[in-house]
T-cell receptor, first 113, second 114 residues
């Protein structure tokens, strides 16, 4: 049982490039979300999904796109990378009923030059 | 929308000292409250959570927190810290109904000196 996995662990992009951050979970949790962590700002919600085919915006969605075709996977796409998107990205998964503990992945450190 | 304030940004303690980290939230309804810890180079792990019932909750590694509804506070405590407690600590709030999204505080970096 791996929990929540994220790939890659590190990535460097040039401004304007696009890429997809991968997130997968094997806990069969309905709820998945993406956060970005910046120094002094805690974690901020980018996008979230309450189940396959359902996604919605969080606090800082601009410049990011998501889709949820399966329960297990929730990729985050950067459409045209900007230096302001340099951050550490965390994916999380939780149930939508009962205990609402969110389980976090190990993170992806992204640098945009 | 909810918000979370953590007033201590950087705390330095000696081993065996007592710890209290402040957390205040702003939200008009019922909330679930969490403390997460992030050890250097690692991902977030849940320390403890409050959903309902006894406002004093105990978590892992000897941590506890008290929910004081009248003060909108959920302070984290530990009677005697260890060097291994060096980490960043995040308070988070989630509305009890509606979107299951966590709102985090800005974090408190705890440094425990041996």
């Amino acid at each position: 049982n791996a929990g929540v996995t994220q790939t890659p662990k590190f990535q460097v992009l040039k401004t304007g490039q696009s890429m997809t951050l991968q997130c997968a979970q094997d806990m069969n949790h309905e709820y998945m979300s993406w956060y970005r962590q910046d120094p002094g700002m805690g974690l901020r919600l980018i996008h979230y999904s309450v189940g396959a085919g359902i996604t919605d915006q969080g606090e800082v969605p601009n410049g990011y796109n998501v889709s949820r075709s399966t329960t297990e996977d929730f990729p985050l796409r950067l459409l045209s990378a900007a230096p302001s998107q340099t951050s550490v990205y965390f994916c999380a998964a939780s149930k939508t009923s009962g205990p609402y503990e969110q389980y976090f992945g190990p993170g992806t450190r992204l640098t945009v030059t | 929308a909810q918000s979370v304030s953590q007033h201590n940004h950087h705390v330095i303690l000696s081993e065996a000292a007592s710890l209290e980290l402040g957390c205040n939230y702003s939200y008009g309804g019922t909330v679930n409250l969490f403390w997460y810890v992030q050890y250097p180079g690692q991902h977030l792990q849940l320390l403890l959570k409050y959903f309902s019932g006894d406002p004093l909750v105990k978590g892992i590694k000897g941590f506890e927190a008290e929910f004081i509804k009248s003060k909108f506070s959920f302070n984290l405590r530990k009677p005697s810290v260890q060097w291994s407690d060096t980490a960043e600590y995040f308070c988070a709030v989630m509305p009890a109904t509606g979107r299951r999204a966590l709102t985090f505080g800005s974090g408190t970096r705890l440094q425990v000196q041996p």
